[in-house]
């Protein structure tokens, strides 16, 4: 048994049960639309478990991640943007980041198949042009076998908050100079909704949910624009330990929160 899932035989039983009573009560009209999730720990789970490799850690965190789109799926939650990997991880050693390279190629091949079957028609943001051509080809793959589906996931790969606004206001002001707008005339035509409709994915609804695991409370650049307005789960677990439990446990924060939008 994979050790993200090691738990003694009687616990099983009772979180199983507690599962059940916490959708019980879980009100499925206040459930997020739109759910950010930052897969965060991996490196440290594989130290606190005595992993041989952090590639161990990193399958066995794609494997819950796999789990986890199903958990949703079982739900009304038609949104769902995954943080993979950031920009900053790239600067990490090679001998860190390659072996997470290849189990992110690992997780594109298997994705079609296991997104199809939930649903999800598959996306990926972010700066591939920083990132390893085999991963962006299988990325490209996984992209083209799940065109359909109701649901959309989105994997945030070489990915960075301030980078995508950064982008998004660079192609405004060059739409706006192809359009022949005056330099002087293009401060006018900027606002909000001018620079979200150039983001990386315009047509989806800002995040209602954002989690974190790992126990860190923050966003270090996630999804900044979208997120404004979210509500935040930071869970203390890592992410390959992350449970269905601690997931109906956020939804069922988010579901009692008297959301004010900033007022």
Request: with cysteine; glycine share 6%.
């Amino acid at each position: 048994m994979e050790q993200a899932a090691r738990k003694p035989r009687l616990t099983v039983p009772l979180y199983r049960l507690y599962e059940r009573r916490l959708l019980r009560h879980l009100d499925l009209r206040r459930l997020p639309r739109h759910i950010g999730i930052i897969l965060d720990g991996h490196r440290r789970y594989a130290r606190a478990e005595g992993l041989d490799t952090y590639t161990d850690s990193y399958r066995s965190g794609m494997r819950r991640f796999e789990e986890f789109l199903g958990w949703a799926a079982e739900l009304p939650i038609p949104l769902i943007t995954a943080w993979v990997l950031s920009t900053e991880n790239l600067d990490r050693p090679a001998e860190q980041i390659e072996p997470y390279f290849d189990t992110l190629r690992e997780m594109f091949e298997r994705v079609p198949a296991h997104a199809g079957r939930l649903g999800y028609q598959l996306n990926v943001i972010g700066s591939r042009d920083l990132l390893p051509a085999r991963l962006v080809s299988s990325a490209k793959q996984a992209i083209e076998a799940t065109k359909s589906g109701s649901r959309q996931l989105t994997i945030a790969m070489g990915y960075g908050g301030r980078q995508e606004i950064v982008d998004a206001c660079r192609d405004l002001v060059e739409g706006m100079a192809a359009r022949g707008v005056s330099a002087d005339d293009m401060a006018k035509h900027v606002d909000a909704q001018a620079i979200a409709a150039h983001l990386y994915e315009p047509d989806q609804p800002d995040a209602d949910l954002v989690i974190r695991t790992s126990g860190e409370s923050r966003l270090s650049g996630f999804l900044l624009w979208q997120a404004a307005y979210a509500e935040y789960a930071f869970v203390d677990v890592y992410w390959p330990a992350f449970r269905r439990v601690d997931f109906i446990r956020a939804l069922r924060d988010y579901s009692a929160a008297d959301r004010r939008f900033g007022r």
